[in-house]
């Protein structure tokens, strides 16, 4: 064997690489730093010719602020994204549970068929969708909300738990079966406990995709007071009777639910990412 | 199931088992039935009414279901406007394709890399994932407000100046200029790269090109480490064995990320509702803002029912191909 196969493999400086990386860090937490910054300045230090000066001292005379415009909205936001989320991941993972295992003929069409309404653009139901709404009563109003995010939650909640009730082995139902358990029976005794990471997954999905959600809550809340709180913030961005510093924390408070899931449960966050590319 | 198992059941249990397996089957059925009929009226049933109303004459507040067939594609297809909107989309995609891909490819090889906190490098470029595009949307359009550049500069030009690179300052995501400008006898706008949405593409790239990098880190987690190990030892570079081996071996996920964020940017909405409003005039204006404004503001109803299939259309186009394709490639699995 030559010299050169036995080579090790060079490497280039570790030095480089990680300045690499910090550069592209600094890119990221850029905006962030931007928000944080504005948000603890106090309103006399607040200039746009010093917007990148850090702040002289820690103030929350803008988080005031930007609560009284936006706190009713962050409790509408509260009331729309727990039960959606709750129903979602009850149906979601009954759906996946028959899709998975009580499979029946054209069981996989009506699968595929259900993931299209995932990837549909929501312009193309909206005005169906308030013409029914206010035939039902439920126009403007957060259980509308909540019915639209649970209807169209249902491909992607499907789609992760199929896939997670797929990688259960077959053997177990059938024991389950043999044992004289019903459907219910398997579920709750076998399927139910064994998807817990796959609820979790679920749920934190649904989280924050239904409080980061814009176009529904513009369209179907119109009453200011019904408003979820990406649309409140979008008004406050949009007035130009509110000042920057405000804005900046109204949009860290939005940020912040969804940030500190992403910091605790990132793992799962990740897993419900990339199932929704359908490689689960 | 061999014989001898069958021969243990008595044939009062086999008769058992099968009645309880056909009253499970039905439970089951019946626990599917509520999602199937949502996704059927929810999904198909609005498609098909909207694709209907955008064969009317509905203009205004109450319903008119005269039947009007292709007219209002022709108007909308005519308008300066959706002709800029399908030109913004255009540019739009493309731009945030390339800077999707680019960077996410390279963020997975340097994460991949197996430096130390490799874990916290890989959180910081994924976190903007978790954030609304609506406080993308506020913290970025501060950044690239210019001010009254170059004496009073703010936000990026701000920085630029104190870096020294005055040469950089731009007007942003007021630039009104559509770059290389020209305009063939057939269209009614400008074509060519419109200045104020790359600032845009900035912004969406920054929220979505950590989603890029995980698909490429699972992907380079995929290729078994033997083979690149493999050429090594017969002498390869590490670029040739990134070229030869590694890349073609991403090309699936690739795929992947071109269909999953083509479709999105074939959708933007929020982002561009909170950095721009599609200004300035109608320099970052995109189907989905279109349809938006056609439909509540206008109250042209027939008109944004027609512009909302075409972003059907589109979306479709990409996706039911792959939809299609991942449901067969799962039922070979």
């Known amino acids: 064997m030559s010299t050169t196969a036995l080579r090790p493999v060079r490497r280039r400086p570790r030095i480089w690489l990680y300045a690499i990386m910090i550069v592209f860090a600094g890119f990221y937490l850029l905006p962030i730093f931007l928000l944080l910054i504005t948000s603890f300045k106090s309103f006399e230090e607040v200039s746009l010719s010093r917007m990148w000066d850090l702040p002289r001292g820690l103030h929350f005379q803008s988080f005031t602020r930007a609560w009284e415009a936006m706190g009713s909205s962050f409790i509408n936001s509260l009331q729309l994204v727990i039960p959606a989320t709750i129903i979602s991941c009850i149906l979601g993972s009954l759906n996946g549970y028959v899709l998975a295992k009580w499979k029946f003929r054209g069981s996989d069409l009506i699968f595929t068929a259900i993931l299209f309404g995932m990837f549909i653009p929501y312009q193309s139901v909206l005005i169906p969708l308030v013409r029914v709404l206010s035939g039902m009563g439920l126009y403007g109003s957060i259980n509308g909300l909540i019915l639209v995010h649970v209807v169209y939650g249902i491909p992607i909640t499907t789609l992760i738990f199929r896939n997670y009730y797929a990688s259960v082995p077959t053997e177990l139902v059938e024991a389950g079966k043999i044992d004289g358990a019903d459907f219910f029976g398997i579920y709750r005794h076998i399927m139910f406990p064994l998807s817990i990471p796959g609820f979790v997954v679920v749920a934190i999905w649904q989280f924050t995709s239904i409080w980061n959600e814009f176009l529904f809550g513009l369209i179907i809340t119109s009453a200011p007071e019904k408003r979820p709180v990406t649309v409140a913030l979008q008004n406050l961005s949009g007035s130009q009777f509110t000042q920057w510093n405000v804005q900046m924390a109204g949009a860290l408070l939005v940020a912040l639910p969804t940030l500190l899931v992403y910091i605790f449960l990132g793992r799962y966050f990740l897993r419900g990412l990339l199932a929704g590319s359908l490689k689960g | ?333």
């Not at chain 2, 909207?50 to 009317?56: M, N, V």
């Open chain 2, 1 to 333: 199931m061999s014989h001898a198992n069958i021969r243990e059941f008595a044939p009062s249990d086999v008769a058992r088992r099968r009645r309880w397996l056909t009253r499970d089957r039905l439970i089951a059925l019946l626990m599917l039935m509520p999602s199937v009929v949502a996704i059927a009226v929810f999904v198909y049933g609005f498609i098909a009414w909207t694709g209907y109303i955008s064969l009317t004459a509905w203009s205004g507040i109450a319903p008119d279901y005269t039947f009007v067939g292709l007219e209002n594609y022709r108007t909308i297809f005519r308008s300066v406007r959706f002709q800029t909107d399908i030109r913004n989309t255009v540019v739009f995609t493309l731009f945030f394709l390339l800077s999707n891909l680019i960077l996410g490819l390279v963020l997975a090889l340097l994460v991949d890399a197996r430096v130390k906190g490799e874990a916290i490098f890989r959180s910081i470029y994924l976190f903007p994932m978790a954030v609304s595009f609506i406080v993308t949307g506020v913290a970025w359009s501060w950044i690239f407000t210019p001010g009254n550049f170059p004496s009073d500069p703010t936000g990026i030009n701000l920085l630029l100046d104190r870096l020294g690179l005055d040469a950089l300052q731009s007007a942003w995501i007021t630039d009104k200029r559509v770059l290389p400008e020209f305009r063939p006898s057939w269209a009614r706008t400008k074509l060519g790269v419109p200045m104020a949405m790359l600032p845009v593409v900035v912004a969406a790239t920054w929220q979505m090109s950590g989603f890029t990098m995980a698909m490429y880190l699972a992907g380079l987690r995929g290729i078994p480490e033997d083979l690149r190990e493999a050429a090594r030892v017969d002498g390869a570079s590490e670029w040739q064995v990134f070229r030869r081996i590694t890349l073609p071996m991403l090309q699936p996920v690739t795929l992947s990320a071109v269909i999953i964020l083509g479709h999105i940017s074939l959708k933007i909405f929020d982002l561009i509702m909170t950095m721009t409003g599609g200004g300035p005039g109608n320099a970052t204006d995109v189907p989905g803002v279109f349809v938006y404004d056609i439909t509540f503001n206008a109250n042209k109803i027939a008109q944004g029912a027609a512009a909302a299939i075409v972003m059907l259309v589109m979306v479709a186009v990409l996706i039911v191909p792959y939809i299609v394709y991942n449901a067969r490639t799962e039922v070979e699995r």
